[in-house]
């Protein structure tokens, strides 16, 4: 009622009212004042759409960024063509890996372009070994047990404390040791990503048994 009450008041004064010496038209100030408030309520309307449209267009975004950040895209495996490293045979890596380097105990696989060429360091890196494996304390440790191509073997994603930003994954072999696989978040490989790649290694008798 006061944006009505203000309307009138103006139209009164406005000079498109009656002459003074005449007698004021109740019924047109007030069509007069009716019409400006529409207008003006329509006008605050449009205002107030434009607004949210425009805090849409900023909130859908990130909602759909999520919360966490961005989420891991799965790097695909490919066929491995190049020569054998010693102690492994590899059927697929990482595509846009290479394998860095290797010896009796160890298989190391990173990024083409990962700065750190030290096949000695692990970090976001893809490691190849084996390892004894204390299946009386897996559980604990945050280890699951699964079946991998038929074998006993169990898997990581991760989580835990002393497995932090890497999924591992272990096969038990016919030798009773224990193919050791660990993968960095970093690769965003699923439980069946990182077996596909486990059951791809041949161990062979050139390889050294390291201790876990």
């Not at 494996?133 to 404390?161: C, E, K, L, P, Q």
């Not at 040791?177 to 990182?194: D, E, K, N, R, Y």
């Amino acid at each position: 009622m006061n944006d009505l009450k203000d309307l009138l008041e103006r139209a009164l004064a406005d000079g498109h009212g009656p002459a003074r010496d005449a007698r004021a038209d109740a019924a047109g100030d007030l069509a007069r004042g009716q019409r400006l408030l529409r207008r003006r309520t329509r006008h605050r309307v449009l205002a107030a759409s434009a607004a949210a449209a425009v805090a849409v267009a900023i909130v859908v975004p990130i909602a759909l960024g999520g919360s966490g950040g961005p989420a891991h895209v799965q790097v695909k495996l490919v066929a491995y063509a190049g020569a054998q490293p010693p102690g492994y045979v590899v059927k697929e890596i990482p595509a846009g890996w290479v394998i860095q380097g290797s010896n009796s105990y160890n298989l190391v696989i990173a990024p083409a372009a990962d700065p750190d060429k030290s096949p000695d360091s692990f970090l976001g890196k893809l490691l190849v070994t084996q390892e004894e494996f204390d299946t009386a304390g897996a559980a604990s440790n945050g280890w699951v047990a699964i079946t991998a191509g038929g074998h006993a073997a169990y898997y990581s994603d991760g989580r835990s404390a002393g497995m932090a930003q890497t999924a591992g994954l272990v096969i038990r072999q016919p030798s009773g040791q224990w193919l050791l696989v660990q993968a960095p978040t970093s690769l965003g490989w699923s439980q069946q990503a990182i077996t596909q790649f486990a059951l791809g290694v041949t161990i062979l008798a050139t390889a050294t048994p390291g201790r876990g």
